[in-house]
């Protein structure tokens, strides 16, 4: 399916779920769906709409940053998971489950995003991961060979915007505890090397638009 068929098949979708005129919901959304089907359409399948929505707005008020991160990468920053380990079976169990609901075509739905909150150290500038959500789907994303996924950056404490930060900035994993022995913190990569952001833009393409119905008669948004 092409891309731009994805794209205004999501933000119809969307729209419905949100209550939201044809053209106000691609003037919202519109741009970055776009930005996120270049990267690689499927992504539009694997999360819920209105979790990618939820998303989307958080970075238009610039509450957050939405990105894109290698499945692998994510895994790094985040908290050690003790995945296949003895005793942590249920975390196996839940991880088939999502490849299996990938599978299927059955996006994620857990009210939250993939998630990672990032917190500045003043002294030497660098970031550490002191939050994380989706760590199930992203080990599932990697065993099924996905290159990318799409992760929220919460900027904690006093931190400014992620995405305005230099590329090279330091950034530190999540410290972790499996049966009480800690896991330290690690330098795992440096900001420009683990997410690329996904930045604002304004009104989707006229294709797009195009495509979508009109609330009044089921036909086309007038360009």
Known sequence: MAASKIVSEFLENLGKKVFMAPADTAATYGSTVEKIAKEDPRLLKLYDPEDIGSAIYNKRTGVTNLGVVD???FL???ATMPLDQKGFSYIRDTVEAK???IAQGVPRDQFTF???GMRL???DNSVKINLHDG???NVAMKEMGYPKGLVEIVPQYKTGSLKEMPPETPVFSEESYINDVEIPSRQVGTLGELVKFLG???VAA???LSQLPSEDSGGKVVE
């Open 71 to 73: 499945p692998a990468k």
């Open 76 to 78: 790094d920053m985040a």
């Open 99 to 101: 490849k299996k609901d």
């Open 114 to 116: 993939p998630t990672l």
């Open 121 to 123: 150290n003043p002294e």
């Open 135 to 137: 760590r199930h789907i």
């Open 200 to 202: 604002l833009g304004g």
């Open 206 to 208: 006229p294709g797009v």
